[in-house]
């Protein structure tokens, strides 16, 4: 069987490229179809893959920039990279996709599944934060309403080209028949829980709050909340929102670069608690906090929902307040955690049982084709 894989494009570790990885391993030798490659900005361990990048890749985005906001300018080309790939020679096509990966063209009796992450944010229901990006620029403001409009009937129209679409999460699966009007299986994402393992004796010394520093992330509602309490706070990340939570904080909360995935683990192992304030569609940082034996302190909304036991392995606050974040901290302060239990709930979402899930869908999926005579 020819496999091949696609991805909306390679810049930056994180919990797509996670799913991405786990692909390659359960498909050794599949090549990965990408709109745009930056072996600079990911792991060293990237480039032994087959990665095969799309016209796009001789658009020159500079070394030392932030490449997200530049592939933005791209956008408008995207649908003709995925297009571009000719996929022909391959029987089982997987995409992984928060975008457009999902578009690319199969033959007829091949099989397509798409793994997704989310329905495309900035198409659907990020519309008008995305458009706030280019204020600054009024040509391109004036413009990038009719963009969008454009690629939102190609998204959707692209929804349907896979013969299965696979969500991360119940609330991926509900925001799939609400967008793209097709129901689609769950399959939660993997976590190394190998890696991610609780300490003998951690210091619990600091709460922790991590992730890209961006207005939806709600990282200014932890630093409101510790400001008042003045428990001491680690912020871990990086983005455009630093220097406006920065100057926020006070003195009880530090702030830290970019860590390696050993310093993230110690840090995830020591806190506290992790404070989740965000509404994300899986979130894989909670389940990789929890296999560390922590408990979460979440937004009672999103795909925290799901991966969150309150009571056991964390609790939620149901609006994006400080004083309801402070009352879960307050909460927390109070209650006896069970590490064991914790890491217990985490190991639910192993990349053992990703594995096994994925490989089961696609060898039934094979079976029924095989059955109905519809696959060379």
Known sequence: MRVALVHDYLIKQGGSENVLEALLR??????????????????????????????????PLGKTVNYQKRLQYLLPLMPVAFESFDLREYDLV?????????GVLTRPDALHLSYLH?????????????????RQLPLLAGLVP?????????????????????ANSRYIQKRIKKFYRRPARLIYPPVDTDFFRPLAAPSLDYYLVAGRFVAYK??????????????PLKVVGEGPEYDRLRSR???????????????????????????????????????????????VLAFGRGGATETVVAGKTGLFFEEQTPEALMKAIQSCEELNWSSAAIRAHAETFSGARFDREMVNLVEALFHDLNSAGLHA
């Open 26 to 59: 359960l498909f050794p030798g599949a090549p990965v179809f990408t709109s745009y490659y930056c072996p600079e900005t990911l792991p060293e361990h990237w480039r032994r893959y087959d990665i095969r990048s799309s016209f796009l890749q001789k658009f």
């Open 94 to 102: 997987i995409s992984s996709a928060h975008a457009f990966a999902k």
């Open 118 to 134: 989310t329905p495309t944010r900035y198409l659907w229901d990020m519309t008008w934060e995305y458009q706030r990006n280019f």
């Open 249 to 295: 904080a006070q003195a009880n909360i530090s702030f830290y670069p970019h860590q390696t995935r050993a310093g993230l683990a110690g840090l995830f192992a020591n806190c506290r608690a992790l404070v989740f304030p965000g509404e994300e569609d899986f979130g894989i940082l909670p389940v990789e906090v929890q296999a560390c034996g922590r408990p």
């Open 146 to 166: 009719f963009v969008l409009s454009s690629l939102r009937t190609w998204d959707f129209q692209a929804a349907q080209r896979p013969d299965v679409l696979i």
């Open 218 to 231: 709600r990282l200014d509602l932890a630093i409101e909340a510790f400001n008042r309490l003045g428990l």
